[in-house]
């Protein structure tokens, strides 16, 4: 069976056996059951236990793999450690393809995991009788259709023992060494992030047997995929990695983002503790960052924010910038020379304005404070001019917004913009922000300041209508880089 073909069949399985199944909610066979079941996994679904009669959700208990006549796909393994070896052999006897070892005590606790390791490879015949993902690892998670707290449409397959009951199916598959990916900070994500949809999640732990490379093949070639965000604390074949990655870079739509641990030696002593991955050279994996051409970035907090912009550049027709020209309407003098600062520090630039771009905003603002001639516009003269005048102010600031997106010197738009409950009666905004998002093929990005609750509020509906927005300015415009980055990369493959 090919590697895409193994990897379908994680993800897509027909039948599955949870080793290790239980009645106790505390314990993790209880969740993992109970994710399967409460998420309308299609297939049919065998709690294995010697120990437990009955039934656990609706299901009827298995003693033993061998005692279930139907083929079983994957077996799910939430047991000691201790026992695996024996109950592997029962799969390969059973003919199962995969197993999910998602039981920690291996590599990473020294001779004794190493011993147990190695009695796995002899067993499996080095992963030719059946395909192992982890161990040490929280699972897979495939989310086929859109669900939250209203809604009961729900399926996919869920093999966390961390319960998911609020998600969304989107453009985003996780790579990750970490289960906690797979698990409660994949909620937090969710949370904080309700706009981000999921399309994959999956642990792959100490990686025995199928490891980064299976699963970054498989979603390159998936076309559900548009974001693939990794987080890895070991390369498992640099060279294949690198090729792979240049492979992304000739597809439309297509971006990788890397988290990598393990950049110091405090922080290698922690990954080998934690999934038992060997200390890599520091240059070692500068250049296969770089050679890659992926966008690297620092923290969760980067690669998830990085993921949900160009998931919500990729849902729309956006176009990527390719130079960093871009505009900034501003309310603020000191905000816009902040972001000036950061503007330049982060490799963008605000171009000249066209003649007649120019023109159309003399004519907005007041004779006493024309305009800049470069695209750094603060509008807060203009709603001056307009409130004396008895003019909409929206009016105004639209038609703004419309010359500096119809100007070819600019390639995408940054704005800063007051929330406040106070003005909400009298503005159209949340009516006109869908047709507004579609006056360009430019990204608009907004920075968000005011009352919390209406902050929040505003940032919900940008969302939903897939316009980038944050509470930093720094953050605005280190998330307009990465565009040009990854367009800059794009262009050299």
């Known amino acids: 069976m090919s590697n895409n073909n193994i990897i379908d069949l994680f993800l897509n399985p027909k039948s599955v056996a949870v080793i290790g199944a239980s009645k106790n909610p505390v314990k993790g066979g209880y969740r993992i059951v109970n994710n399967l079941v409460q998420n309308n996994f299609k297939g049919k679904i065998y709690p294995v236990n010697p120990n437990s009669d009955g ?25 000691p ?89 989107g453009n985003t598959a ?12 994949l909620m937090s994500i969710m949370e904080n992030y309700p706009n981000l949809g999921i399309r994959y ?65 405090q922080g290698q002593k922690a990954s080998q503790s934690h999934t038992g991955a060997l200390a890599e050279n520091s240059q070692l994996i500068k250049a296969v960052i770089k050679q890659s051409g992926i966008i690297q970035a620092k923290n969760f907090h980067d690669l998830f924010q990085f993921a949900n912009t160009f998931s919500m550049v990729y849902h729309t027709t956006k176009i990527l910038p390719k130079e960093g020209n871009v505009s900034l309407v501003v309310g603020s003098g000191g905000a816009g020379t902040i972001s000036a600062d950061l503007t330049i520090q982060y490799g963008l630039k605000f171009p000249i304005l066209s003649e007649k771009t ?50 070819s010197k600019i390639e995408g738009v940054f704005s800063m913009m007051f929330c406040s409950s106070r003005f909400r009666n009298m ?42 927005n944050f509470l930093s300015i720094e953050e605005m415009i280190k998330n307009f880089s990465i565009l040009v980055q990854e367009s800059k990369s794009k262009s050299k493959n």
């Open 201 to 265: 999640s999956c642990a792959i732990g100490n990686k025995m047997d199928l490891s980064e490379i299976d699963f970054l093949e498989y979603f390159i070639t998936d076309p559900s995929v548009n974001i693939i965000a990794i987080y890895l604390e070991s390369f498992k074949d640099p060279r294949k990695f690198i090729k792979l990655c240049q492979q992304a870079k000739r597809i439309p739509n297509k971006t990788i983002i890397l988290v990598k641990g393990g950049l110091t030696a």
């Open 55 to 79: 039934e656990l959700f609706g299901v009827p208990f298995e003693k033993s793999v061998l005692e279930i006549e139907d083929e079983i796909d994957i077996a799910i393994f939430y047991v």
């Open 81 to 169: 450690n201790r026992i695996i070896p024996g109950l592997l052999q029962e799969c390969i006897k059973k003919g199962i393809k995969g197993a999910i070892i998602e039981a920690s005590g291996f590599e990473e606790v020294g001779d004794q995991g190493l011993l147990l390791r190695d009695r796995i490879l002899k067993i499996t015949d080095n992963f030719s009788k059946i395909r192992i993902v982890g161990p040490n690892c929280t699972g897979l998670t495939k989310i086929d259709g859109d669900s939250d707290a209203e809604s009961s449409e729900k399926g996919g397959f869920f093999s966390s023992f961390v319960v998911f009951d609020k998600y969304r199916h």
């Open 174 to 185: 996780i790579i990750t060494q970490s289960g906690m990916l797979n698990g409660g900070y």
């Open 358 to 407: 120019y023109q159309i905003l003399k004519n907005f603002f007041p004779e006493w404070m024309p305009p800049n001639k470069f695209a750094l516009v603060d509008i807060w003269p203009t709603m001056e001019k307009a409130m004396m005048n008895r003019i909409n102010p929206e009016i105004i600031m639209n038609k703004i917004y419309q010359a500096l997106l119809d100007d």
């Open 427 to 468: 503005s159209n905004f949340d009516k006109s922000i869908e047709s507004f998002n579609q006056m360009s093929t430019k990204p608009l990005f907004f920075y968000l300041v005011g009352d919390k609750r209406e902050v929040k509020r505003i940032s919900r509906l940008l969302s939903k209508n897939n316009i980038p």
